[in-house]
């Protein structure tokens, strides 16, 4: 009888079992499914109490067109941004797990034209040419630049929500476009976490800070 170990098997014999060897090896062993990002917004918002008779609702004021937020490069996508300040405050970073639902500038106008909706009609740049071709009247309109939005870090255990936007209120008329006004808003609030969730709630806070300060100035520079 031939002694088989002096006799190997051929060797694509050879390369096939340790191929089979190395895929059951390799199943217990495969990479955990990627994790999925975790998704933010500025939340619901504060619900607008009841207006009753004794608290009549505020009278309403001209109707005004919001074109859509502008905003630099840096700020186009969903990314959570944040610097630090102590170290190298000219670098922007990303949380590595953390996004906004849709990019700062969709979510900043969201919340800007809920609150300017509480006291007069908002339209969007394509309503506000509908009304103006129908009615020969050309409604105020309110341009915004998103110009920083990030969790800033003054410190390794001091950080804030950082936003600054420009406003600029643009008046209509027989001899053109004029601008009524213009002024830079700047909101810092406090993280309450040096981590992505905290700065989340930092920002959303500034949001909501940055746009009531921009509604009262639009309403103070309502036609006379």
């Known amino acids: 009888m031939k002694n088989d170990a002096l006799h190997p ?32 917004d ?11 008779a004794a608290q009549p609702p505020a009278a309403a004021l001209p109707t005004l067109a919001l ?4 905003s630099n490069t840096r700020l186009d996508g969903t ?48 309503e506000s040419a509908t009304i103006a071709r129908a009615e020969g009247k050309v409604p105020d309109t309110l341009r915004i630049s998103l110009d920083e939005f990030s969790h ?15 406003a600029t209120l643009i008046r209509g008329g027989s001899g053109g476009d004029r601008v009524v006004g213009q002024r830079t808003f700047t909101v810092r609030h406090p993280a309450p976490s040096a981590n992505a969730p905290g700065g989340v709630k930092a920002l ?18 309502a036609r006379p």
């Open 42 to 52: 500025f939340g619901p918002g504060i619900a607008a109490p009841p207006a009753t």
């Open 67 to 70: 074109a859509e937020v502008e």
């Open 204 to 221: 959303a806070a500034a949001t909501d800070a940055a746009v009531a300060e921009v509604v009262q100035w639009v309403d103070q520079q």
């Open 152 to 166: 800033y870090f003054e410190s390794a255990g001091s950080s804030v929500g950082l936003v600054r936007l420009r």
């Open 79 to 126: 990314q959570i941004l944040y610097r630090l300040g102590y170290a190298d405050a000219n670098e922007l970073r990303p949380y590595g797990q953390s996004r906004w639902s849709l990019p700062p500038a969709q979510l900043l106008r969201q919340r800007l034209r809920d609150a300017l909706a509480e006291r007069r009609t908002v339209l969007g740049p394509e």
């Open 9 to 40: 098997r051929p060797l694509a014999a050879v390369f096939v079992g340790a191929g089979l060897a190395l895929l059951i090896a390799g199943c217990g062993a495969l990479p955990d499914k990627p994790v999925r990002a975790t998704l933010y």
